[in-house]
């Protein structure tokens, strides 16, 4: 089994729709991040979180919203997808117990897609 | 801005031979570069990193050079192998929130 599982794998939506993604993680690490990824733009942070009560905005985190509603979770809304948020989503974890240079950890993606 | 550029979109070697792969930055507050390998319909998983007191980190086929002056980094593949095939994203980061600022990625083509 997957160490960070991001669900769904793909999805195919309207404008205008809600959207949750979804992330679970069983490394036991206190940190998990958003992030979306764009042809020619790499990696670009939506949103991140230290523990369950601590939440932080990233570069991009206009028109999304998260939830981390344990240390396992965290979950990414779309309130209200517009056709430029069609992407491919990443779920990070990593642990801050040994300090800085510790890696993140990633989940395999969910391709969105907003017609 | 980009503050990690990887100006290589692409680079082609021969099974056996050297890959480098480089990154430049331009941040001086960053202290710590790491190394992501990612196949296609996977996410990207840690290769290696190094830290910025140090020149060199070396794991196995793997090694990670560090130049601070010219604030510059290389990843050398030695030998390289086709199973190398894959996207390689530098990452920095600096200071305790740990965030990471990513290039754009180098693709990797080792031809048998």
């Known amino acids: 089994d997957a160490d960070v599982t991001q669900t769904p794998r793909n999805r195919i939506t309207k404008t205008g729709k809600r959207i949750m993604l979804e992330c679970s993680q069983t490394k036991g690490h206190d940190r998990m991040y958003w992030y979306r990824q764009d042809p020619g733009l790499g990696l670009r942070l939506i949103y991140y979180s230290f523990d369950v009560k601590d939440i932080n905005k990233g570069e991009i985190s206009d028109g999304y919203s998260v939830s981390r509603q344990a240390q396992a979770k965290f979950s990414l809304s779309l309130e209200s997808a517009i056709p430029n948020q069609t992407a491919l989503y990443f779920c990070a974890t990593s642990d801050s117990v040994w300090g800085p240079g510790q890696p993140q950890h990633f989940g395999d993606g969910t391709r969105l897609s907003i017609l | 801005d980009q503050q990690v550029k990887q100006n290589s979109p692409s680079l082609s070697v021969q099974e056996g031979r050297i890959s480098i792969l480089n990154c430049d930055y331009t941040?001086?507050?960053?202290?710590?570069f790491l190394w992501y390998k990612k196949y296609p319909a996977e996410g990207p998983t840690f290769l290696i990193s190094?830290?910025?007191i140090k020149d060199k980190n070396e794991d196995g086929r793997f090694t990670v050079f560090l130049n601070k002056s010219a604030k510059h980094l290389s990843l050398h593949i030695v030998p390289s192998q086709p199973g190398d095939s894959a996207v390689y994203f530098c990452?920095?980061?600096?200071?305790?929130?740990?965030?990471?600022?990513w290039g754009l990625g180098t693709s990797l083509a080792v031809n048998p």
């Open positions: 990452a920095a980061s600096a200071g305790n929130n740990r965030k990471l600022i």
């Open positions: 941040n001086s507050m960053f202290d710590y």
């Open positions: 190094i830290s910025s």
